[in-house]
């Protein structure tokens, strides 16, 4: 079956480390995402990518980057640089242009935990 | 730019009774509208779309959703709730032309009282 997979389920990352979290798609999606989502605070953007090799900035890039070298993968590493990157992470894909099947798949996300 | 408000944070609702979750968006055209819930360290999942045609759309587990142009509302509803609906709803809007990204609510989170 198509879906997004997002890997690891829990990542724990050091103070001063980077870390990557993996985003995979087989639903032949051009649109991928990323979101960050805090309690009570609903899911904010990070990244987003229209195309391969194409990537914009959403409302919350700073300390995160993204690379989008194929279709089919969009990972985030988080940077030192983020201050409080202690959050759940989802990845979501869609088609690129509005239609009957337009809509977002969402992966089953990363929960990153500061130690 | 569009927005979204669901102005419920926390809803209790017993079991076996209706349901209504509400959702108001701002947009100036007839916008895409999304329901999606969310289980505990889990994924958004889809429940419902509107794009256009009937107002009232069906959805999956029983719910439907009715778009009120005039009131700018995205409501969602289910006539009799189980414990398993406990989760957390989202209401999105999305721009009906061109590249935009969809917009969501702050959320709401249902629980189920025995």
Known sequence: ?115 | AQSVTQPDIHITVSEGASLELRCNYSYGATPYLFWYVQSPGQGLQLLLKYFSGDTLVQGIKGFEAEFKRSQSSFNLRKPSVHWSDAAEYFCAVGANTGFQKLVFGTGTRLLVSP
């Open chain 1, 1 to 115: 079956d198509g879906g997004i997979t997002q890997s690891p389920k829990y990542l724990f990352r050091k103070e001063g480390q980077n870390v990557t979290l993996s985003c995979e798609q087989n639903l032949n999606h051009d649109a991928m995402y990323w979101y960050r989502q805090d309690p009570g605070q609903g899911l904010r953007l990070i990244y987003y990518s229209q195309i391969v090799n194409d990537f914009q900035k959403g409302d919350i890039a700073e300390g995160y980057s993204v690379s989008r070298e194929k279709k089919e993968s969009f990972p985030l590493t988080v940077t030192s640089a983020q201050k409080n990157p202690t959050a759940f992470y989802l990845c979501a894909s869609s088609i690129r242009y509005r239609g009957e099947s337009y809509g977002y798949t969402f992966g089953s996300g990363t929960r990153l935990t500061v130690v």
